[in-house]
T-cell receptor, first 111, second 113 residues
Framework: SQQGEEDPQALSIQEGENATMNCSYK?????LQWYRQNSGRGLVHLIL?????REKHSGRLRVTLDTSKKSSSLLITASRAADTASYFC???????????FGKGNQVVVIP | NAGVTQTPKFQVLKTGQSMTLQCAQD?????MYWYRQDPGMGLRLIYY???????DKGEVPNGYNVSRLNKREFSLRLESAAPSQTSVYFC????????????FGNGTRLTVT
């Protein structure tokens, strides 16, 4: 199965700064999704971008997708302490909405 | 609105013991999934159920069995637990539509000694 791979693995920033994470994948996809996980909790869906889309926004989140490079980036603008979490990308290439997850980015926002 | 509920939250087993992890959703999802999360490994799909009455293997099914009891419930069974099954287990539900997000429970933290 394909795996998304986020880069960098860990990020520490000051409140108000922007945070950028990257994800690469190996095969053709139907869509790419980003999830957030707070410590000790389940994953929460943030945003989904379809394979025919190049950029999508949701509040302070901006996602880009480059299918020619098989990569995506997640930008969180004006970060807040509450954004401290792990962020995962996931790709859906097979049927039945099965997702393959990357290893995750840990983001720490310092107040 | 509970969403996806997993029980228990924590469990300690001895090698060779068996147990069933329960998952129930009230979101009317057709599809349900079991993932395990290990440090540095991300989430890996164990089994999934595309609809009531069907189940299929995911990436790491060995040592597990599942039952889709009805549309709401999807259980994961460890028949003979091994230390390698120490992990955090997440259940998720989703629509069959490929462009729908998954909704996750808060996980079951399992330790096998």
């Amino acid at each position: 199965s394909q795996q998304g791979e986020e880069d960098p693995q860990a990020l520490s920033i000051q409140e108000g700064e922007n945070a950028t994470m990257n994800c690469s994948y190996k095969t053709s996809i139907n869509n790419l999704q980003w999830y957030r996980q707070n410590s000790g909790r389940g994953l929460v869906h943030l945003i989904l971008i379809r394979s025919n889309e190049r950029e999508k926004h949701s509040g302070r989140l901006r996602v880009t997708l480059d299918t020619s490079k098989k990569s995506s980036s997640l930008l969180i603008t004006a970060s807040r302490a509450a954004d401290t979490a792990s962020y995962f990308c996931a790709t859906d290439a097979g049927g039945n909405n099965r997702l393959a997850f990357g290893k995750g980015n840990q983001v720490v926002v310092i107040p | 609105n509970a969403g996806v509920t997993q029980t228990p939250k924590f469990q300690v087993l001895k090698t060779g013991q068996s147990m069933t992890l329960q998952c129930a959703q009230d979101m009317n999802h057709n599809s349900m999934y079991w993932y395990r999360q290990d440090p540095g490994m991300g989430l890996r799909l164990i089994y999934y159920s595309a609809s009531e009455g069907t189940t299929d293997k995911g990436e790491v099914p060995n040592g597990y069995n599942v039952s889709r009891l009805n549309k709401r419930e999807f259980s994961l069974r460890l028949e003979s637990a091994a230390p390698s099954q120490t992990s955090v287990y997440f259940c998720a539900g989703g629509a069959r539509d490929r462009h729908s997000p998954l909704h996750f429970g808060n996980g079951t933290r399992l330790t096998v000694t």
